[in-house]
């Protein structure tokens, strides 16, 4: 069975297009590839974090994965702290990474563009340490929203860079992005990528928002007055992004299907039917969230998790520290 391996950086709630972008294709995996998937914690500190918040977005982001449907008989599970080895290559992998190469790297660019002050040095080299991440498990595919691809692109350049200097260390991982849902947009702003640091955002439905404030913003989301519902991202961005969203969680319902369904109705219909499919999606998430917090399934998760990737990680890391000339008795 081939790998797949993916995480997701907890640095605020999960929202719906982490659901779509990522979570909801790990689930979709797991039967069929030997799935890893893990939490970012060591990612979550390269912007500043309040201690208690942190904790808690830790703790819902492994309540979310269980609750989404990853099962822990299948996926391994885990916190990235509770495996050292991915600070150790990490700390490897950045010194194998040029300057140039995380100087194109977007997000980082972006936050500089911004004028953001005092960005950390851990954001900067933080694809780096993503590499690491990868590498230490030798997945076949990484599937990622649409924002990580280059990310994948540049681990893939490190992995062949270190197996052409040192011999075969690493399978070279391809990223593996969903045709639809990749890029879930802001429903304020549908230029814009929906994102956890809207805050409270209207654009942003997170996966343990009350059911009625759902509601209330996808029927506030910003579209047009072309009043046909049209799959036209350039044109109708918003009622494109509640497409995707509709699609995405009715079985991946063809455009075209969609078209059909709404024609000659309002966007006030087509928006109530976005509406229902999300909230159906939220109640059973928050369903099973809850019964989750209040059971012991979240510490043995990890446990067995962490297990289970420190044998495969410590592996690799004494592989590679041999390979560079780092260790001392053979
Ligand atoms: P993050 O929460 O930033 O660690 O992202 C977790 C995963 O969700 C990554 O694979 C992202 O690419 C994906 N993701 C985040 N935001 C969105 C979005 N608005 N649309 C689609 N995928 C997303
Ligand atoms: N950088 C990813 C994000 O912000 C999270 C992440 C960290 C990740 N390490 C990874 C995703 C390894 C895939 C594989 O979403």
């Known amino acids: 069975m081939k790998r797949m391996l993916s995480g997701i950086k907890p640095t605020g709630e999960l929202h719906l297009g982490s659901y779509i972008g990522a979570l909801k294709q790990f689930v979709k995996y797991q039967d069929d590839y030997e799935m890893f998937a893990f939490i970012a914690n060591l990612h979550c500190i390269t912007v500043p974090q309040e201690p208690e918040v942190l904790q808690k977005n830790l703790h819902d982001c492994v309540a979310l994965y269980l609750a989404c449907g990853l099962d822990p008989k299948k996926a391994t599970i885990f916190l990235q702290t509770d495996v050292p080895a991915h600070a150790t290559l990490g700390y490897i992998m950045c010194c194998h990474t040029y300057m140039g190469e995380l100087n194109r790297m977007t997000q980082f660019k972006d936050k500089q563009a911004k004028g953001e002050k005092n960005l950390s040095g851990g954001l900067y080299t933080y694809p780096a340490l993503m590499a690491a991440d990868i590498l230490l498990y030798d997945p076949s595919y990484v599937p990622v929203g649409e924002d990580q691809k280059q990310h994948v692109e540049l681990t893939r350049d490190i992995a062949q860079r270190m197996n052409n200097r040192y011999g075969d260390l690493f399978t070279v991982p391809e990223p593996l992005v969903g045709k639809v849902g990749a890029r879930i947009m802001s429903l304020t702003d549908p230029t814009k990528k929906m994102s956890k640091s809207d805050g409270i955002n209207k654009g ?31 044109n109708q961005p918003g009622i494109s992004n509640l497409m995707q969203i509709y699609s995405s969680l009715n079985n991946d319902r063809p455009f075209d299907e969609i078209e059909k369904e709404f024609e000659g109705k309002g966007y006030g219909d087509f928006k109530c039917a976005v509406a229902d499919s999300v909230c159906e999606l939220l109640e059973s998430i928050q369903t099973k969230y809850n019964e989750i917090c209040n059971s012991d399934i979240i510490e043995k998760t990890l446990q067995q998790g962490a297990e289970k990737a420190n044998v495969i990680a410590n592996e690799k890391v004494k592989k590679v520290q041999k390979a560079i000339g780092m260790e001392i008795v053979k």
């Open 204 to 234: 942003c439905i997170y996966l343990l928002d009350d059911l009625k404030a759902a509601r209330k913003k996808v029927m506030g989301a910003v579209t047009d007055n072309l009043a046909h519902v049209h799959y036209d991202p350039e």
